[in-house]
C-alpha cells in the first residue's frame, strides 16, 4: 500500500463500482499507527510480523549494515546468504499465514493476490480448487531476483511455486504485453488480461510556463533501489548543462549510497517521498521525468512501471531506458527521449537534449496531447469487467443477461 499505487487503485476502482473491497497488507514503519482504517471506497487491515520473524528482520539488517562496511571473505558472504534466504522465506511464508488467516474468516466471493509474494496467501484464503483468485502479476517477480545477489536455488524455487500456484486461480492480470506473453509462454496458461499502469488524472494540475524558469528541473521519483541505474542517473550531473538540475525524490536501501555519489555535485537534490496519491501533483512542479532501469533480467527488461504514466499525467516529457516498453511509448507518441542506463553521459544527453526550450516545448505539447487516452478513468473499465466476470460465474449468472 506503500509502495505500489496499483493496489489502491484497482481497489478504488472495484469499490466505486459496487465491490465490498478489503486490503489486507503489512504494517511498515511508514504506515499509519492503527491496524484498521476507512477509506472512501474500501477497508484497510493491517498485519504484524510474528515476533520471531520480527527479531529476524532486524538482527538480518545490522547484519547487513555491518558485511558492507568490513567486506568479509567469501566463506562469510556464503553464510550471510544462507541466512538472508532463510529470513527471506520465513517472512514470506509468515505473511502468507496472516493474510490467509484473516482472507479464510471473511469467505470473500473473490481473492486478488498482488504479485507473487502474497498469490499462496489468496489459494489458502479461497481453498482448492482456487477458482475464484485473480492473480495481479506487477512483475515478472522471480526474474526481479536475478542480478540482485539471491541464489539460483532460491529463484528456481520461486518459479516452480509460481508455476504451480497460476495454474490454480481464476484469472491472471498483468501490467503490460510483454509480460503477459512471457507468463503465457513459461507456464502454459490462457493469455493474461493487461491492466496498464495508468495514472488517475484527479491530482493534475497545469504547469507553470517554460520562459518563468531559470533552472529546468530533471525528477526521477520513485523508489530508491538497486539495477534501476540511480547511481548512474546521479554521475550523469557532471554532465549536466549548468541550467539543469536532478531532483532524487523518494526513500529506499541505498539512500546512502546515492547521497554519497552526489556529494560532489551542487546541481544534484533530495526531496522527501510523498503519498502515492500526490505523485502525479508533485511530479507536475518538474520539467521533465526520469524513468531509469538496467536491463540485468527479464523483470527489468520488460518494465511498466507506475512512474511512466504518473509522468504523463503530470504533463512532464519522459527520458526513459532503452528498453522494450518504454521505448514504445515514448517513440510512438514522441514524448521524449532514449538513454542507456549503464551510461552517465548518455543519460545527461537525453535530459540536456530534452531541457533546451525548443525541444520542451515541442515534447510538453505531445504529452498534452496523449494524456487522457494514458489516463485510468477508461482503463479501470476493463478492470471492473474482469472481477464481474467472475463474480457472475461463482454465483450462476450469465455475464452477457
Not at 520471531?52 to 547487513?64: N, S
Not at 494524456?371 to 461463482?394: F, N, P, T
Amino acid at each position: 500500500m506503500m509502495n505500489d499505487p496499483r493496489v489502491s487503485r484497482h481497489a478504488e476502482a472495484l469499490g466505486r463500482s459496487g465491490f465490498t473491497v478489503l486490503v489486507v497488507c503489512m504494517k511498515s514503519t511508514r504506515s499509519v499507527s492503527r491496524r484498521a482504517e476507512q477509506r472512501d471506497f474500501y477497508a484497510i487491515t493491517r498485519c504484524e510480523h510474528s515476533y520471531l520473524v520480527q527479531r529476524l528482520i532486524v538482527a538480518r539488517e545490522v547484519k547487513l549494515d555491518r558485511v558492507r562496511r568490513e567486506r568479509p571473505n567469501v566463506l562469510c558472504k556464503a553464510l550471510d546468504n544462507v541466512t538472508a534466504t532463510i529470513t527471506f522465506l520465513l517472512r514470506m511464508l509468515d505473511v502468507s499465514l496472516k493474510f490467509a488467516r484473516v482472507g479464510r474468516k471473511l469467505n470473500a466471493d473473490i481473492y486478488a493476490s498482488n504479485d507473487l509474494d502474497t498469490l499462496l496467501a489468496g489459494v489458502l484464503s479461497a481453498s482448492c480448487p482456487a477458482r475464484h483468485v485473480v492473480y495481479d502479476a506487477h512483475e515478472l517477480w522471480p526474474d526481479m531476483l536475478v542480478g540482485m545477489g539471491y541464489p539460483s536455488p532460491e529463484i528456481a524455487f520461486f518459479r516452480v511455486m509460481e508455476l504451480i500456484l497460476v495454474r490454480k486461480v481464476a484469472t491472471t492480470i498483468t501490467v503490460n504485453e510483454f509480460i503477459s506473453a512471457e507468463l503465457r509462454r513459461r507456464y502454459g496458461i490462457s493469455q493474461p488480461h493487461v491492466i496498464l499502469n495508468f495514472s488517475g488524472n484527479e491530482a493534475r494540475r497545469t504547469q507553470r510556463r517554460f520562459s518563468s524558469r531559470t533552472i529546468k528541473v530533471a525528477l526521477y521519483q520513485g523508489a530508491f533501489i538497486r539495477n534501476r541505474g540511480l547511481e548512474n542517473l546521479i554521475r550523469a550531473c557532471k554532465f549536466l548543462h549548468e541550467d539543469v538540475e536532478l531532483v532524487m525524490r523518494g526513500f529506499g536501501e541505498i539512500e546512502k549510497e546515492l547521497r554519497l555519489i552526489a556529494e560532489p555535485f551542487n546541481n544534484c537534490r533530495f526531496d522527501r517521498p510523498v503519498p502515492p496519491d500526490k505523485l502525479v501533483l508533485a511530479a507536475s512542479s518538474a520539467d521533465v521525468g526520469i524513468v531509469s532501469y538496467l536491463p540485468i533480467n527479464l523483470n527489468n527488461y520488460y518494465a511498466s512501471p507506475n512512474k511512466l504514466f504518473d509522468c504523463i499525467q503530470a504533463g512532464l516529457p519522459v527520458l526513459v531506458s532503452d528498453l522494450p516498453f518504454l521505448r514504445e511509448v515514448v517513440t510512438k507518441n514522441k514524448i521524449g527521449y532514449l538513454f542507456d542506463p549503464r551510461n552517465p553521459e548518455d543519460i545527461a544527453r537525453a535530459i540536456n537534449r530534452a531541457t533546451r526550450s525548443e525541444n520542451l516545448r515541442v515534447l510538453k505539447r505531445n504529452v498534452l496531447k496523449i494524456r487522457d487516452r494514458y489516463s485510468w478513468k477508461e482503463e479501470q473499465k476493463k478492470l471492473v469487467d474482469i472481477y464481474r466476470r467472475i463474480l457472475y460465474s461463482r454465483i450462476g449468472v450469465n455475464p452477457t443477461s
